[in-house]
């Protein structure tokens, strides 16, 4: 039998996705379970979308234009028009959703061989875009016991190499809830700009912020006219992620117009969901106000709840709807298998995304998984007391009493 490619034998498989078989198998065996692995918002989309594609009444579904429908990429440069931030039309493509953005990027900007560096942990499928384009991530770590904050510039400057073409950054963070700091921005600014370098910003959670923290774009950052591009997408800030519309937004016209023959190789994004896209741009402000008080709620009282448990570590997260968490477990991967295989608690059990999968190097992250509070406050509640009995249980269970660690607030 031929065999396959050796890029297919390398790809990973998603820590957020790969343990889905034996949540089936519990669900089969009658567990109920509370899905915490994966960033699916429970909030509805909103009726705007489907009312936009109910009214559409299109005779044919057509091809749209490969950058997207002109009206659509209109409405997206006047929502970054609403946030301060100058983008025009043509500074905007539209993709299927931000990973064919990322990949667009990649393939765009960096030759086979090239180097980008990362801050781990990261979101698990940039391996998987840097394995399919020929990039090589280049990871620079940064750690829970410190908020996984931003390390100095001499860390970063430590990594580069004659092949480093680009940082990327994701702005809050996915997986680890953390927002960064204009300040740290601003760092990362001087880095690019010193070794001429592009700064790609996953800024897909930019409206999820809390405690009166800000959102700072890489856009409002002078000096980066040339390197700075943006990925966008509306499944998290409209609950619509299948509806896999996103874009890449850049000042860059050289940049734009290769990205642009990516995209024409593709045909064109979803017709469809850009339909529904354009409808719910015209949000009002009171939209996010809602949504972000529903999940500032659930932040502060799963972190409150997270507190109560002996030996978990959880930083100060604000931002997105993720938690990186330490618990006091001989391995993480294995724990998160034995909660779906051997343990319920009420007739439930939780699902969640061992950390290990977000670390370049995975040796790292042992001990942690990604938490994501999509569920309601009720549902939440019960996956996390069903988690805290699951400790309790658990064979691999290590010795906590020095590693405690109060959760900020």
Known sequence: ??????????????????????????????????????GQPDIPTPSEYYDAIRKANLEVLAYSHSAGNESLRKKIAEYYTRLGLSVNTDEVLVTTGASEALLFIFMTCLNPGDEIIVPQPFYANYNSFALTAGVKVVPITTHIENDFDLPEI???????????????????????????SRKSLEKLRDIVIKHDLYLIADEVYREFVYDGH??????????????????????????????????????NKTVMGAILKYAQARLSPPTMGQIGAEAVYDLPQTFYD???????????????????????????????????????????????RWMLESFS?????????????????????????????????????????????????????????????????
């Open 290 to 336: 809602k949504i972000i008080a529903e999940y500032s709620e659930r932040r502060i009282f799963m972190l409150g709840e997270l507190k109560k448990i002996e030996g978990v570590l959880c930083p100060e997260v604000n931002g997105a709807f993720y938690a990186m968490v330490k618990l006091p477990v001989d391995d993480a991967e294995k724990f998160c």
């Open 154 to 180: 001499e860390s970063f400057e430590a990594l580069i190499t004659p092949n480093t073409k680009a940082i990327l950054i994701c702005n809050p963070g996915n997986p680890t809830g953390i927002l960064y």
């Open 214 to 251: 800000k959102h700072h774009s890489v856009f409002s950052l002078s000096g980066l006219e040339d390197r700075a591009i943006v990925v966008d997408s509306i499944s998290k800030r409209f609950s619509a992620c299948g509806a896999r519309i996103g874009c890449v937004i850049t000042h």
């Open 345 to 409: 608690y009420k007739g439930a059990t939780v699902m969640m995304a061992p950390a290990n999968g977000f670390y370049a190097d995975p040796s790292l992250g042992i001990d942690e998984v990604r938490i994501a509070y999509v569920l309601k406050k009720e549902a939440l509640a019960a996956a996390i007391e069903c988690l805290s009995e699951g400790l309790k249980a658990y064979p691999g269970k290590k010795d906590t009493h020095t590693q405690q660690k109060a959760v900020s607030l």
């Open 1 to 38: 039998m031929p065999k396959i490619s050796t890029r297919a034998e390398e790809m990973p498989a998603s820590p957020i996705r790969k343990l889905v078989p034996l949540a089936e198998d519990a669900q089969k065996r009658g567990n109920k379970v509370y899905f915490l692995n994966i």
